[in-house]
C-alpha cells in the first residue's frame, strides 16, 4: 500500500513538474506532421503556398517555444538550385531568432539572452539582407522582410527603425499598386503597425487594403459582413474604414431609406462599457443619419444615445448642443433630468458660464419631482451660491435639498451636511472642492483647460454598489529621474471609495463615506444611490495648479446601455 | 610715360600680390603650429562629432561617480576619505574599461579633490569630468534672474575651473543637470518680477528658460577665456528648452543629457540636430538592479538595459556608419549603489539598503506592475553593489552582471547594421 501510494505521489510529482515546465520539444505526432510539411515544402513551386506551408511549420514550432528545432527543420527544406526556396528559407531563419530573442526577453531567461543576442541579431538582418538582394517589390516575401526588420529595429528602439518604416511603406504601397498577389499582406502590414501605435501609417496601409476588397462589383452584404468581422476582432480602424465605403455605397443608392440600416451602425459604435467602440465615429454615423434623412430620422432615444456618446468621447460643447436639442425636443423623456443636470454641469464647469449653468439647475430644482438629479441641482446651487460668499442663500438651498430628499439620497444628502458646517462653522468650503471651482470659474485660471490630464471612469453607467474604477493619466513626457511630484485634489460625488492602491477598503469617515487622498491618482468607488455623479479632480504640482478636469458616472438600478 | 607707369603698376601689382601669398603662408603655417586644446570637438559633414583628447578620438566610456559608503548622508567628504575609495573603485574601473568619471560637484578641499583627479588619471588613465549643479538644489529655489545669485554661483563655477584647469586628468566641465525642468514649473520653480507680469504661461516658461540658458552661456563664455583646454557641456534633462538654448548660449560646446527612456534613447540623436546642432554626450542614463514588482535584486535586468543603452551610444557615434553621428559616449548612472538616497533626511536609513521606490518609469517595463507603478529603485542603480563587509576600511564592491557585460560590449562593441539598400 505505502509503494503505491509512493509511486501516485512520484506520478503526480512527475505530472506538475512536466507541467510547470515551459513547453519544448514537439510530440511525436506534431513531430510527424513537421516532416510531411517539409516534405511539402520542398516539393511546392508556389509562392502562396509556400507562405501558408512555412508559417503551418513555423506554429507547430514556435507555439512550442522550439526555435532551434524549427531552425533545424529548416536546414531540411531546399537546397540544390531552387532560389526561391531558399529565400523562404531566410526570411523564416529571421523569424524564428528574432521570436526566439523576443521569447527570452519576455521571460527574462537572461543566461541564453546574453549569451546569443549578438550572433543572432546579426543572423536575422543577415538573412533578410539576402532576402531583399534577391526579391523585388512584387514579392511578398520582400513586404514581410521589410516588416520583420522594421519591427527588429523597433523594438530595440534603434535610429535605424525610421528608416526601416519608411522603406515598408513605400514599398508596401508600391506592391499594392502593382498586381499585388497576396492583398492580405497589406491587412498584416497594417495590423503589426496598429499594434505598435503607428496608427497613421496603419490607416493608410487599411485604406489601400479597403480599396482593394470593396472592388465596385463587389456584393454589399460581403463589404458588410467584412466590416463586422473586423469590428468583431476589435480592430475599429479597419472597420470604420470598411464601413465608410459601405456607407456612402447604400447612401447613394438608398438615399434617406438607408437610415436604419446606419442607425444600427451608429449604435454599434456608440459607447458601451465593455465593448469596441468608438463614439466619436458613432457621432460621424449619426451626422451622416441626419444629412440623408434630417432632424426626424432620430427619434428621441437615439438623440439622447447621441448626446451621450458626445459626453463620453469628452466632446463636452457638442454634447451640450445635443442634450439641449433634446430636452427641448423631448421634455417628457425619462432621461431628461438627467440631461438637464449634464447641461447644467457642462455649462457651469466646462464653459465657465455660473449663470447659464445655474438656469439648468434652477429648471430641475423648480420641478416637482424628486430625482437624484433634482437634488443634485439643488445641491449645486447651493454650492453655487456659498461660493459666492451668498452664505443665507446657500444655507437655503441645502435645507431645502434635506427637505427633499428625506431619508433618500444619502451621499449627496452627505455632502449638503458638510456644506452646513462650513457655514456654521464660517469656515470656507472644503480645500480640494473650493480649488475645484476656483480654477473652473475664476476669469484668471482660464488656462485651466482639461488638456493637461485625462480623467476616466470605468464603468460610466453602473449599477448601485458596484465598484467604478476612477482614474486619471498625466502624461509626464521623459522627465529623467525628476518626476514632479503631483498633489491629486478629488472633489464631488465620490462615493464610497476604496483604495486601488494596496486593495484594502478604508473604514468610511463621520459623513458615512471616505476620500482618496492626495497622493491617489485612481481609486476604486462604489455608489450607493442612482444618479449623474460628478467627479472633480485638479492636480497641483510645486508650482501651482497643473489643470483641472470632470468626469461623469451615471447610476443606475440596473446595467445597461441607454 | 605710360609704360613707365603701366610698370609701376605691374610692380605695384606683382609686390601686393606676393605680399598677399606670404601672409597666407604665415597664417597658414600658423595655424598649423597652434596647439590643439587639450580635450576639443572635432566636427565633420553632416554634423558628426567626435571628441579629441591629447590628439586623439576619445569616446566617453564613462561612470557616474559618487561613493558614499554605507551609513554615510550625501553630505560625507568622500574626497577627504583617508581610505582612499578612488583607488579601490579606479582599479576596478580600469579592469572594466571605464575611461572617463563623472563628478556632479567638487569636494570643498581643492588640495583632496586634486589628488582623486590626479590619483585617477595617473594611476588608471581615468579622466574626470568637472560638474556644478549651478545652485539647483538650494533652498529656496535657484533664482536664475538674480543678479546676487548669479554673480555667487558665477564665483563658485570660476573658482572651480581656476583652481583644477590644469589638473591633466580633466576631460570637460557640466554645467547644470537636470536644472532646466525648473523653468517648466516642474521641480524647483522660480520665477522673477517681468516673468510674473507675463500671464500667459507657456511664455512665462520661456522666458524663465531664456533667462537660465543665457546665464550659463555667460558662464561658459567665461570659463572659454580663463581655460581653453577643456569643452564646456550644458547639463540638460531630455531635450527640454534646447530650442531656447540654440538661440542664447552659442558658447556652449556639448550638451550633456539626462535621460532614462528604458532601452533606448529614442530619437534624440537626430532630434538635438535640428534643435541645438550639438555633440551630446549621454552625462546620465542606467538602470536599477532591483525588481520591485518581485521585490528582489534583478541584476540581469539592470544588465539588459545598460549593454542596450551602450549598444544605441555606440550606433551614434561619428565613427558608426547608419546612425546620427553626434554622440561622444556616455556616463552610466552610476558607479556604486548609494544607501542614502531613499530618504536623505533619515540618517537610520543610511545603513539600510531600502528597497522602496520613490518614482514610476514604464519605460523599465519588468517591473511596472509594483505598487502604484513605482518601479525605480534609487537606491540601486550601482553596477557595483556594496556590502557592509569591511575591506580596507571600505564597504566592499562586488560587481554586477552590468559591470561584466558592459565589459564585454566595450570590448567587442556588436551593433546591427541595416541591410544596405537595394
Known sequence: MKTLLARTVIIVLFFLVCLSMPAFALDSREQKKASLLVTEINKTKDSAKLHALFNELGELYFNNNDFDGFLTALSSVGGGDNKGLALWNDYYTALARYRQLKYLEDNQLWEEYFANQNSWRTQITGSIAKVLEGTTTADPLRILSRLLLWRFYQDQQDPARELQLSGLMAETEEYAAGNAADIGLIKTAADELSSYNEKGNARQLYKIYVAKIVAPGEESGKIKKAALGFYSQGNLDLAEAVYDAYIERIAQAQGAAAAPELIEIARQFSYGDNRPNDPLYAEKVFARIEELGGKEALDEKLMYLRAFN????????????????????????????????????????????????????????????????????????????????????????????????????????????????????????????????????????????????????????????QDVNISSSYYYGDNGCLQPEFQYLWSGHLGAYHDVSNDSSTAPDSRGLTKPDTSQSAFTTQYIHNGSKEVNLVIVSASGVVDRNLDIVDVYDSPGTP | MLEVRLKGFRSRKVFLLAASCLALCFFIVGMASRPKPAVWVKKFKGSRY?????????????????????????????????????????????????????????????????????????????????????????????????????????????????????????????????????????????????????????????????????????????????????????????????????????????????????????????????????????????????????????????????????????????????????????????????????????????????????????????????????????????????????????????????????????????????????
Not at chain 2, 361 to 380: G, L, R, V
Open chain 2, 50 to 422: 567626435e571628441l579629441m583628447a591629447a590628439g586623439k578620438p576619445y569616446v566617453v566610456k564613462g561612470v557616474c561617480y559618487n561613493p558614499i559608503p554605507i551609513g554615510k548622508g550625501q553630505d560625507y567628504d568622500w574626497w577627504s576619505d583617508p581610505n582612499k575609495p578612488w583607488l579601490t573603485d579606479g582599479r576596478l574601473m580600469q579592469e572594466m574599461g571605464v575611461n572617463t568619471v563623472r563628478i556632479y560637484k567638487a569636494g570643498n578641499n581643492p588640495g583632496s579633490v586634486k589628488k582623486v583627479i590626479s590619483d585617477m588619471y595617473n594611476i588608471y588613465g581615468i579622466r574626470t569630468v568637472m560638474g556644478h549643479w549651478l545652485g539647483f538644489w538650494e533652498y529656496p529655489c535657484p533664482l536664475y534672474g538674480g543678479k546676487e545669485f548669479q554673480e555667487r554661483v558665477k564665483k563658485e563655477v570660476l573658482d572651480m575651473v581656476r583652481l583644477y584647469k590644469d589638473e591633466p586628468g580633466v576631460l570637460m566641465w557640466i554645467l547644470g543637470n537636470e536644472n532646466n525642468y525648473s523653468c517648466f514649473g516642474q521641480v524647483n520653480p522660480w520665477s522673477t518680477d517681468e516673468i510674473d507680469k507675463e500671464t500667459d504661461p507657456a511664455k512665462q516658461n520661456l522666458m524663465r528658460a531664456r533667462v537660465y540658458y543665457s546665464f550659463v552661456n555667460e558662464l561658459a563664455a567665461e570659463i572659454h577665456k580663463i581655460d581653453p583646454n577643456h569643452p564646456v557641456a550644458l547639463g540638460n534633462g531630455e531635450l527640454l528648452g534646447l530650442e531656447v538654448a540654440r538661440d542664447v548660449s552659442p558658447d556652449i560646446d556639448v550638451v550633456a543629457c539626462i535621460i532614462y527612456r528604458g532601452k533606448g534613447f529614442g530619437n534624440i540623436f537626430n532630434s538635438l540636430k535640428s534643435i541645438f546642432d550639438r555633440p551630446i554626450l549621454i552625462s546620465e542614463f542606467g538602470a536599477d538592479s532591483y525588481d520591485a514588482y518581485l521585490g528582489k535584486e534583478d541584476q540581469n535586468m539592470q544588465a539588459f538595459f545598460l549593454q542596450a543603452q551602450w549598444r544605441q551610444i555606440y550606433q551614434n557615434l561619428a565613427t558608426t556608419k547608419g546612425g546620427a553621428g553626434n554622440c561622444i559616449g556616455g556616463a552610466m548612472f552610476e558607479w556604486a549603489d548609494e544607501w542614502w538616497k531613499h530618504n536623505e533626511y533619515d540618517a537610520d536609513g543610511w545603513s539600510r539598503h531600502d528597497a522602496e521606490s520613490n518614482w514610476s518609469n514604464p519605460s523599465y517595463y519588468f517591473d511596472i506592475k509594483a505598487a502604484n507603478n513605482k518601479n525605480m529603485n534609487e537606491e540601486w542603480f550601482g553596477i557595483v553593489a556594496l556590502s557592509k563587509e569591511d575591506e580596507s576600511g571600505l564597504d566592499r564592491r562586488i560587481p554586477r552582471k552590468a559591470y561584466y557585460l558592459v565589459r564585454e560590449f566595450w570590448k567587442n562593441p556588436v551593433l546591427t547594421d541595416p541591410p544596405r539598400k537595394k
Open chain 1, 310 to 465: 458626445l459626453e463620453k468621447g469628452k466632446d463636452f460643447l457638442a454634447a451640450k448642443d445635443r442634450y439641449r436639442d433634446f430636452v427641448a425636443s423631448f421634455p417628457d423623456n425619462p432621461e431628461n433630468d438627467e440631461a438637464q443636470y449634464k447641461l447644467g454641469i457642462i455649462t457651469t464647469y466646462i464653459m465657465r458660464d455660473i449663470s447659464g449653468g445655474r438656469g439648468y439647475f434652477t429648471k430641475l430644482s423648480d420641478s416637482d419631482k424628486v430625482s437624484p438629479q433634482v437634488i443634485s441641482a439643488i445641491y449645486q446651487l447651493g454650492l453655487l451660491a456659498q461660493w459666492e460668499g451668498k452664505n443665507e442663500e446657500a444655507r437655503r438651498y441645502y435645507l431645502a435639498l434635506k427637505d427633499k430628499a428625506g431619508d433618500g439620497f444619502r451621499e449627496t444628502v452627505a455632502l449638503a451636511n458638510e456644506r452646513i458646517a462650513e457655514l456654521d462653522g464660517s469656515r470656507p468650503i472644503e480645500y480640494n472642492l473650493k480649488t475645484f471651482i476656483d480654477v473652473s470659474l475664476r476669469p484668471q485660471d482660464v488656462q485651466s483647460d482639461r488638456t493637461k490630464f485625462e480623467l476616466n471612469c470605468h464603468p460610466y453607467r453602473s449599477p448601485r454598489n
